[in-house]
C-alpha cells in the first residue's frame, strides 16, 4: 500500500529543493513566484512504496488564485497521507499562517523548519521543542540546501502517515471557536468527521470553492445567519475575522518558537536594493545590467571563443580532415559537397556561436539566482501598468530570455485572461537563446563586431513589447484594469558556482543536441533544396529548388532591402529553429568556391547586405513569428484562433519595423526619396497614431448601452 | 481616514482596518497585512509604484493603488 | 555508386534515423523541442 506525502509550503521556502533533495530528480530552483502550477510527483530515494507530490508554492488555501486552487483540491479532494509543511524560519509568522491551515485538513502534519543557516547568521535561535507544543504535531530542523536531515523529516512524515493521526487545528478567540462550533456541527453530517473543522471554517469564510453535497437549502440558511451574527458582533466581515484570527495565532506560535513579532530589520539585501530599485538609480543600472550582460557574451569573451571555432575548427580543423578522408575512400562528389557543405557548414556554423551561448546563459543564470530578477519585475510594473499589464507579466519575458516555451507556458498564472493573451503574444519579442547566433552573426559578420548591435537587440525587443502593449490595450480586445500585484521580494543571496554552472552546462548541452537533430535534418534537407533543380539534377543554388521557392519569397521582402532569395529562405527555415538561419546561411553562403575557411561565409554575406538591410533582417527575424515549438505553446495556452492573431500581428509587426528601418536606414546614405522611402513614412504615421490615439474605454460601451435602454 | 498609501518612505503605521473586497484584499491579508500589524515604508520603486513595505519581518511590494485599501492610525 | 559512398551514406542516414527519433520523443514527453536548454518552466 503506497504512502502519499505532499510537500507544501510558501513560494521561496525550499520547498523544491528538498523535493529534489528526496527525490533526487534534478529540477531548477526558481526564485519567482508562480513558477509551477503542474504539480510534481517522484518516489522518495530508497523507499519503493512512498510517493511525495510537490504541491505549488502557496500563501494560504484561499479560492482566488490557481497555485492555491490547486493546492488545496489536491490536500482536500485526494488526502494525501501526511502533509511535510516546509516553513522558512527566516520568516516564520507568515509560513506559520499556512500552517494553521494545513493543521484543519485532517490530515497527519509535520513541520520541516528549512533555512535556519539564515536565523543563525541574524543571531536568532528558534525553540523547536516550544514550537512543536504549540503546533501540537512534530518539527524537524532541516536545511535543504544543504541536504541537512531532510531524510529525517521525510522519515518523521511516513512515521506519521502510518500512525494515521489527523493534525490537531488551532484554537482561535473564543467568539471565533463559538461560532466555527455551530458551523461544525451542523456540516459535520455532511462531511468526513477528519474534515469537519475545515468545511466550518470554510462555509463561515463563504469560501466559493468549498461545497458540500447534501446540504439542505435550510441548513444553509442557519449557517448564514451564524454568519451575519458573528460579523455584526465583531464588525468585520467572516473572511477578515478568520485571517485576523490565524496571524493571532501564528504570532503566538512565533512567540512560543522564541521569535517575538518581526521586527523591521535592515539587512543587506535592502541595502543593496536602496540602491538597485531606487527611484533615480533603478532604471539605468538595469540597462547597463542589460547591456553588460549582451555585450560581454556577444562582442568580448564570446568573440574569441567564436572566431576560433570559426576559423580554426571549422576552417582549418575540421573540414579539411574530413575532406580529405572522403576524397581518399573515394567517395562520389555530390555526397562529400553533402557532408561538407550541407551539414558541416551548416551546424558549424550554428555551432561556432555556443561559445557566445554559454556565456550569456552563465549571466542569466547568475541574475536569476541572485534574485535580482524579482527586482526587475518590481521595476517594470509601473511601467507596465502605464498600459494595462503588472509587472507578473514581465516573468514570462524574463524566462523567455533563454527559451521562449517555458516562457509562454508560465503566463498561466496569470489569471487575467485579456492580461494572458496580450504577454503571451509579446513574449516572444525577448532575444531567446536560438536567437543569440542570429544576433552575433549579424554583428559580427555585418559589423564587424560593433558593441551597439546586440544590446540594441534586446533594447528593441522590449520596446517592441511596451509598444505592442500600448497599441493593444487600445483596441476593445484588451482594454481593461490591471491585474492586482502583490509581490514578495526575497532576500538577495549569492548563487553557488555549482548551481551556475549546472545550469550553463544543462543549456549548452540542450544547444549541441538541438544542432545535432532539428538543424542538422534542417541544412541536410536545405543542402538538398539548393543542389537539384525539379529534375533532381544538380545544378548551381541559383537554379535550385530553394532558389525557386526561394524566389517567389524573395520580392516580398524586397522593400526591407533584403530581397535576395538566400536572405529570404533563410529567414523562412527560422520557423523550424531560429538558429536554422545561421544554419541555412552556412550552407547557401558557404557553397561559394572557396569554402576551406569558414570564416569566409561571413564575407560572402557581407556583399549581399549593406548596414541597413542588415539591421532591417536582424530586427524582422527577432519580432516575427517564433519558431514551431514556440507557436506550439502559444497554442496550447491561447487555442487555435488566438495564435494565428499572435503569429500574424507578430509577422506583421516586424515587416513593419524592419521596412522602417531599412528605407530609413538607406535615406540617411542616399538622400533620395523613393517610393519605399514614402511606404515607410506611412508605416510610421500609422504606427504613431496607434500609439497615441484615445483608448476605447470598456465602461463607455456600458454608458451606450444604458443610455440606449 | 488615513491609508497605508499616505506613508512616505521610512515611516511606520499600525493597521486599523483593510477596506474593499475580494481577491486582492484576501492576498493582502494572506501576505500578513492585518489588523495590529506594524508595517514600514521602505522605498517607493522610480516611477512612484509599487511600493515596498516591511512588514512581519519581510519584504512585499504593492501597489499605491492597494495601499488606498489598508487604513493605517 | 561505389563502396565508400554507400557507407558514408548509410551512415548519415542512421544519424537523420536517430535525429528524428529523438524529436519524436521529446515532442512526445513536453513538446518542447529540445529548445533551450532553459526548462525550468517544463515541469
Not at chain 1, 199 to 213: H, M, N, Q
Request: glycine share 10%; proline share 4%.
Amino acid at each position: 500500500m503506497g504512502i502519499q506525502i505532499a510537500l507544501a509550503g510558501n513560494p521561496n521556502c525550499g520547498k523544491t529543493t528538498l523535493f529534489n533533495a528526496l527525490t533526487g530528480s534534478s529540477q531548477h530552483v526558481g526564485n519567482w513566484p508562480g513558477v509551477t502550477v503542474e504539480k510534481k510527483e517522484g518516489r522518495l530515494r530508497g523507499h519503493a512504496d512512498v510517493t511525495v507530490q510537490d504541491l505549488p508554492g502557496v500563501y494560504s488555501l484561499s479560492p482566488y488564485t490557481l497555485e492555491e486552487v490547486v493546492a488545496r483540491d489536491y490536500l482536500v479532494g485526494e488526502k494525501p497521507d501526511a502533509i511535510l509543511n516546509i516553513v522558512d524560519a527566516s520568516n516564520l509568522e507568515r509560513n506559520l499562517y499556512l500552517t494553521t491551515q494545513l493543521l484543519e485538513l485532517g490530515v497527519p502534519v509535520v513541520v520541516a523548519l528549512n533555512m535556519m543557516d539564515v536565523v543563525r547568521k541574524q543571531g536568532g535561535v528558534i525553540d523547536v521543542a516550544g514550537l512543536s507544543r504549540a503546533l501540537g504535531c512534530p518539527v524537524v530542523e532541516i536545511s535543504a540546501l544543504r541536504g541537512e536531515h531532510c531524510v529525517q523529516a521525510a522519515e518523521e512524515a511516513i512515521r506519521a502517515a502510518q500512525a494515521g493521526q489527523a493534525a490537531k487545528p488551532q484554537r482561535f478567540d473564543d467568539a471565533l471557536e463559538d461560532t466555527l462550533g455551530q458551523i461544525e456541527a451542523l456540516v459535520s453530517p455532511c462531511c468526513p468527521p477528519a474534515q469537519a473543522r475545515w468545511y466550518a471554517v470554510k462555509y463561515f469564510e463563504r469560501d466559493s470553492r468549498a461545497k458540500l453535497d447534501g446540504l439542505t437549502d435550510a441548513v444553509q440558511a442557519k449557517i448564514e445567519a451564524v454568519i451575519v451574527s458573528a460579523e455584526d458582533a465583531a464588525d468585520d466581515d467572516a473572511e477578515s475575522l478568520v485571517t485576523n484570527a490565524r496571524y493571532v495565532r501564528a504570532a503566538v506560535l512565533a512567540r512560543a518558537a522564541g521569535r517575538p513579532a518581526g521586527q523591521h530589520r535592515l539587512t543587506v539585501s535592502d541595502r543593496i536594493d536602496r540602491i538597485v530599485t531606487s527611484r533615480v538609480f533603478g532604471f539605468p543600472i538595469f540597462a547597463a545590467i542589460m547591456f553588460l550582460v549582451y555585450y560581454i557574451s556577444i562582442s568580448t569573451v564570446g568573440t574569441m571563443m567564436t572566431d576560433w571555432v570559426n576559423d580554426v575548427l571549422f576552417g582549418e580543423l575540421i573540414p579539411p580532415a574530413v575532406e580529405g578522408f572522403l576524397v581518399s575512400v573515394g567517395c562520389a562528389d555530390w555526397l562529400q559537397s553533402l557532408v561538407l557543405d550541407g551539414v558541416i557548414g551548416g551546424v558549424g556554423a550554428v555551432l561556432g556561436f555556443l561559445p557566445q551561448m554559454m556565456v550569456l546563459f552563465l549571466l542569466l543564470a547568475f541574475l536569476e539566482d541572485c534574485g535580482y530578477m524579482v527586482r526587475i519585475a518590481f521595476l517594470m510594473d509601473r511601467l507596465f501598468r502605464r498600459f494595462g499589464l503588472s509587472g507578473k507579466s514581465f516573468i514570462p519575458m524574463l524566462i523567455g530570455m533563454g527559451c521562449g516555451v517555458p516562457g509562454i507556458m508560465a503566463t498561466r498564472t496569470i489569471e487575467n485572461e485579456r492580461d494572458r493573451r496580450m504577454t503571451a503574444i509579446t513574449t516572444t519579442f525577448i532575444p531567446c537563446g536560438a536567437k543569440l547566433p542570429i544576433i552575433a552573426l549579424i554583428a559580427g559578420a555585418l559589423f564587424d563586431g560593433a558593441w551597439w548591435v546586440s544590446p540594441s537587440a534586446y533594447f528593441v525587443g522590449v520596446a517592441a513589447i511596451i509598444c505592442t502593449g500600448i497599441i493593444l490595450k487600445k483596441t476593445a480586445l484588451f482594454a481593461g484594469d490591471p491585474a492586482p500585484f502583490v509581490m514578495e521580494l526575497p532576500p538577495y543571496h549569492l548563487p553557488t558556482v555549482k548551481s551556475l554552472l549546472i545550469h550553463m552546462w544543462e543549456r549548452a548541452a540542450a544547444f549541441v543536441k538541438k544542432a545535432g537533430t532539428v538543424i542538422f535534418l534542417a541544412c541536410a534537407a536545405i543542402w538538398f533544396l539548393q543542389s537539384f533543380n525539379f529534375r533532381l539534377e544538380m545544378v548551381n543554388a541559383g537554379e535550385s529548388m530553394l532558389a525557386a521557392i526561394g524566389g517567389v519569397l524573395a520580392p516580398v521582402f524586397a522593400p526591407l532591402g533584403w530581397g535576395d532569395w538566400r536572405a529570404a529562405v533563410a529567414a523562412l527555415t527560422g520557423l523550424v529553429a531560429k538558429e536554422n538561419v545561421v544554419g541555412t546561411f552556412g550552407v547557401l553562403f558557404g557553397f561559394a568556391e572557396v569554402a576551406e575557411d569558414g570564416a569566409e561565409f561571413w564575407g560572402t554575406m557581407a556583399q549581399v547586405f549593406t548596414a541597413a538591410s542588415a539591421y532591417s533582417y536582424l530586427i524582422f527575424n527577432l519580432l516575427c513569428a517564433p519558431c514551431f515549438a514556440a507557436i506550439g505553446a502559444v497554442r496550447r495556452e491561447l487555442g487555435g484562433k488566438w495564435t494565428l492573431i499572435a503569429v500574424g500581428y507578430q509577422c506583421l509587426f516586424a515587416y513593419a519595423v524592419a521596412l522602417c528601418i531599412y528605407q530609413y536606414g538607406t535615406f540617411a546614405v542616399t538622400r533620395a526619396f523613393t517610393p519605399g522611402l514614402a511606404a515607410a513614412l506611412v508605416v510610421t504615421a500609422a504606427f504613431v497614431w496607434l500609439l497615441v490615439r484615445p483608448a476605447k474605454r470598456p465602461e463607455r460601451k456600458l454608458q451606450r448601452a444604458a443610455a440606449a435602454e | 481616514m488615513k491609508t497605508l498609501r499616505e506613508l512616505k518612505p521610512g515611516e511606520t503605521g499600525t493597521v486599523v482596518r483593510l477596506h474593499g473586497a475580494g481577491p486582492v484584499k484576501r492576498r493582502i491579508m494572506d501576505m500578513g497585512l492585518t489588523k495590529g500589524v506594524s508595517v514600514l515604508v521602505r522605498k517607493v520603486a522610480p516611477l512612484g509604484d509599487p511600493i515596498e513595505v516591511s512588514v512581519r519581518g519581510y519584504e512585499l511590494s504593492l501597489r499605491r493603488a492597494d495601499c488606498e485599501m489598508i487604513q493605517i492610525d | 555508386m561505389n563502396l565508400a559512398t554507400f557507407l558514408v551514406l548509410a551512415a548519415l542516414a542512421a544519424a537523420a534515423g536517430l535525429a528524428v527519433r529523438s524529436i519524436r520523443k521529446k515532442k512526445k514527453s513536453g513538446g518542447c523541442s529540445g529548445c533551450c536548454g532553459s526548462c525550468r518552466g517544463c515541469h
